[in-house]
């Protein structure tokens, strides 16, 4: 990752969190001040997010999420069928699988998928595992398309079961009335995570730690959550009180309604893991894999 940080204006940084660590140790990001932040309306699984701290310094704030999990057609897959990975090998979705060109995601679900118990810390055992379960279901796939191709692509029903993503763009399409929608297999999901850092040498430092201040406030996390770009979950638990009060249909549908059974309770059941960097393989042995599996 390269970013070229400009001394005359305010940098404000959205970046995956699983990147935060590069961006600290490359010297791009300044620290930042933790008594800034509405850490104590946080949900506490957010108030030290892994890999936002340095010891008792943090270097960027978690501001949304989201759960990777099956993509499906509801016309043709139900909850129950999208309940396992191995609905990918249902005959009725041979040809028809898809997956979000990103091997993150991707071979994180087929490490759950394997049986490994933690997606991205695996030894070499629980990676030639992973790759036989990926390699498995390569007969099944349609095609590996980037944001754009995977939106339509559900939304014309021409693919009917996707890998590697979840609610962020099943969620545009379910609310605009396509027949799809992310559920989370018994084997577990994955979250995706972003964040906000402020830029090393950036000019004007308040602008950048007030906005970072309003998109995590009650207020700021309400309109993040119904994004129209894309749905999220939110770390504020002010935000979803927000949320629950101006738009309750929205809630009900992320699964952000207080006092019910919830998305924050499928995380401290740990049916859900922080997508991240491989741990025990290098960033390139999962992308030359993936580069592999696409041309097999």
Known sequence: ?????????????????????????????????????????????????PGH??????????????????????????????????????QRVTGKVGHFDWHLPNLGQMSLAAGNTSAYDIDDAGWDKLQEATMAMRGQVGGFFDYGGT?????????????????WITGVLEKNGAKVRTTIP??????WTESFSIGKGTANYEMARKWIQWITSAEGQAKSAD????????????????????????????????GT????????????????LPVQQSLEDWNDFWSDYKGA
């Not at 070229?4 to 791009?28: F, K, M, W």
């Not at 935000?239 to 952000?256: F, I, S, T, Y």
């Open 1 to 49: 990752m390269r970013l070229r940080i400009s001394p005359d204006c305010t940098t404000v940084i959205l970046s995956d969190a699983e990147y935060v660590q590069q961006l600290n140790a490359a010297g791009y990001i300044e620290p930042l001040d933790a008594a800034d932040y509405a850490f104590d309306d946080f949900f506490p699984e957010f108030q030290k997010f």
């Open 53 to 90: 701290w340095q010891g008792d310094t943090l270097y960027s704030v978690i501001t949304r999420f989201g759960f990777l999990g099956v993509a499906h057609n509801i016309d043709v897959l139900s909850e129950k069928d999208a309940a396992s990975y191995s609905v990918f090998a249902d």
């Open 151 to 167: 939106f339509s692509l559900l939304n014309d029903g021409q693919m009917l079961a996707f890998a590697g993503i979840g609610d």
């Open 186 to 191: 018994e084997e577990g999901g994955l979250q």
């Open 227 to 258: 994004m129209a770009a894309y749905p999220a979950l939110v770390p504020n638990k002010k935000g979803w009180e927000m949320l629950n009060a101006d738009n309750l249909a929205e809630a009900k549908r992320q699964n952000m309604v207080l």
């Open 261 to 276: 059974r919830n998305a924050m309770d499928m995380i401290r059941e740990g049916r859900i893991q922080y997508r991240q």
